[in-house]
């Protein structure tokens, strides 16, 4: 996977919504020289390039109901699952996250697999869950993964 986009009701907002939560300096908006028209889609985005490559972009929500041709979902739908190596530096970025302008929901907990999370969702509803695993293991490798952690 290589890029995340995010429809949004105002591409401004949300733009300076995942600066602050992110913490980075660029990714303006763009594309603001390709207006919408009643029935195309317009240009403006906002990009924003992760450590790891992953581009997370905020999209028009009518622009993008026009470039796709379907009726987009109301309620979130999917989760954006970010992880962070202590439940230190997880509840830093929950943090970062309220001061930015999130709405937090649930106080964080700890599963009873033993990884800790906290969900907020952004201006837009985008429901996120920021965790902290044990031993800091990437959770997608399982067991082996966390195996070679202990040793």
Known sequence: MHAIT????????????????????????????????????GGTTAMFTLDDGLIVSVYGREDMRKDSGVTLAVAPSTTIGHFEPSQEAARAFLERARAAGATMLAAPYTRPWGMWSGFFQDPDGHLWEVVSNPGGADPAHGAEDRDSVEQ
Do not use: K, N
Request: proline residues 3%.
């Open 6 to 41: 995010l429809a949004v009701a105002d591409v401004e907002r949300s733009a300076a919504f995942y600066r602050a939560l992110l913490d980075v300096d660029g990714s303006g908006i763009i594309g603001t020289e390709y207006p919408a028209t009643a029935t195309e889609a």
